[in-house]
Every structure is written in C-alpha cells, then in structure tokens.
C-alpha cells in the first residue's frame, strides 16, 4: 500500500508563494522597464572617403596655345574644339571665361560638368588636346647640339629621345659635362648632371635619364 503524503498546510503555500514573487518580480520590472540599456557604440574608424585623382608628373599641363576638343555627352551643340587663349582662359557655350592654363585635361573636364551643372542633368565631359603648343609641356635643350630648341615633350620620353630630336652632339660639344635643369612643383631649381657623350658612345643607358616637361638640357662647349 502506497503511504500517504502529508498535504501542506495553508500557511506553508503562502510562504512558497511569497518566495517565488520575490524572485521573479525584479526580473518582470528589468523587462518593463521604459529605458532599457542601450546597445554599446561602435567604436570603428570609418575610412575617409577615396581621394581625387591623384596628378601624374607626367600628365599634360593645359597652356596657351594649346588647342582643345571638348566633348559634351549628347549634346553636339555644346561640343567645340577651342584654342586656349594668351590669358589662359577659354569660352565655350553656356560657359565663358573658365580657367584652363595649369590643368590637366581630366581635371579641366571636371571644371566644365561643374559649370554646366546649372545648365544640363549630370552633364559628361571629355576634353582632348589636338594641337600641343604650350611652353608648360615642352623640353628645351641648347648649346652645343646640332640643332638646339623646343621639343614637344611626350610621356617616358629621355635624353636620348631629346637628343636624336636635334641631331646629336656637335663636334666641340662636352657632353659629359651637360647639365639638366629641372623645377619642382614648389618651384625650387634643381640641377642633374648628365654623361650624354658616355650614353651615345660608350651605350651607358644609366646616363639615358628620363625627362619631365619644362626641362632644360644644357650641353656646353669642349675646353679643347
């Protein structure tokens, strides 16, 4: 025969009763509570947006002289093919006197959405250089070479490439003694001596330097 359990007496379940509330009401009040906690801040570096692109030392510098074509996407009567003038500046329609004197194409493209924003919905430009003439984008080599003067300065152009331009030294040149005058960007001189009569006699090509626009090759004449 199976015993019997005692059955609890009332007072014992009000105290169960009492135990169990105490217990589970601070945890009914953290849920209830109007102003929970809030989730911790992140405290992650956002990375800056992408920089603009980066000027290339041997991109094309615009100048006067220069003759451009500037392409305006779907809209033929707003593409040209302007020269730019002595003070710098070019008109084009719906766009007068803008700045192109010291910029590359890319970024005088940029220039001419930014004007005709108030004028076209997200306007497209290319601008192309037909003609070169500018002085910012020449090589300049004088003294004692066959033919001195102003080259058109081309991208991986050398000192080579310059000098079979003018036809190689002259008879009394001293070309182990030129020198290369080049300017910074913060407009500082700087002079690079050169060994063009090793490089064009002996076929030194670490004497073969690479060339910038606006250098200045000096070949001066032999002592004897």
Same mark, same amino acid.
């Given at each position: 025969?199976?015993?019997?359990?005692?059955?609890?007496?009332?007072?014992?379940?009000?105290?169960?009763?009492?135990?169990?509330?105490a217990?589970?009401?601070?945890?009914?009040?953290?849920?209830?509570?109007?102003?929970?906690?809030?989730? *911790?801040?992140?405290?992650?570096?956002? $990375?800056?947006?992408?920089?603009? &692109? @980066?000027?290339?030392? %041997?991109? !094309?510098?615009? +100048?006067?002289?220069?003759?451009?074509?500037?392409?305006?996407?779907?809209?033929?009567?707003?593409?040209?093919?302007?020269?730019v003038? *002595?003070?710098?500046?070019i008109?084009? $329609?719906?766009?007068?006197?803008? &700045? @192109?004197?010291?910029? %590359?194409? !890319?970024?005088? +493209?940029?220039?001419?959405?930014?004007?005709?924003?108030?004028?076209?919905?997200?306007?497209?430009?290319?601008?192309?250089?037909?003609? *070169?003439?500018?002085?910012?984008?020449?090589?300049?080599?004088?003294?004692? &070479?066959?033919?001195?003067?102003?080259?058109?300065?081309?991208?991986?152009?050398?000192?080579?490439?310059?000098?079979l331009?003018?036809?190689?030294?002259?008879?009394?040149?001293?070309?182990?003694?030129?020198?290369?005058?080049?300017?910074?960007?913060?407009?500082?001189?700087?002079?690079?001596?050169?060994?063009?009569?090793?490089?064009?006699?002996?076929?030194k090509?670490?004497?073969?330097?690479?060339?910038?626009?606006?250098?200045?090759?000096?070949?001066?004449?032999?002592?004897?």
């Amino acid at each position: 025969m199976t015993p019997m359990l005692p059955t609890p007496s009332p007072l014992y379940r009000w105290i169960l009763l009492a135990t169990f509330l105490a217990a589970a009401l601070p945890a009914w009040a953290g849920d209830a509570s109007p102003n929970p906690t809030p989730p *911790p801040v992140s405290t992650a570096v956002v $990375p800056p947006p992408p920089p603009d &692109v @980066a000027r290339d030392r %041997t991109d !094309y510098i615009i +100048g006067p002289g220069d003759t451009l074509q500037i392409y305006v996407w779907q809209h033929a009567d707003l593409s040209v093919t302007i020269p730019v003038r *002595p003070d710098g500046k070019i008109s084009t $329609p719906l766009v007068e006197d803008l &700045v @192109a004197v010291n910029k %590359t194409p !890319y970024e005088l +493209g940029r220039a001419i959405e930014t004007a005709l924003k108030e004028y076209v919905r997200t306007p497209q430009v290319n601008v192309i250089v037909t003609t *070169p003439a500018n002085a910012f984008n020449q090589v300049k080599i004088i003294g004692q &070479v066959k033919a001195p003067g102003s080259l058109a300065f081309r991208a991986g152009m050398t000192a080579m490439d310059a000098l079979l331009q003018v036809g190689g030294l002259s008879q009394f040149a001293a070309g182990n003694r030129a020198t290369l005058v080049r300017k910074s960007t913060s407009g500082k001189e700087e002079r690079i001596k050169l060994r063009l009569s090793d490089l064009i006699n002996k076929g030194k090509v670490e004497a073969n330097v690479e060339l910038r626009p606006g250098d200045l090759i000096i070949v001066p004449e032999s002592m004897f």
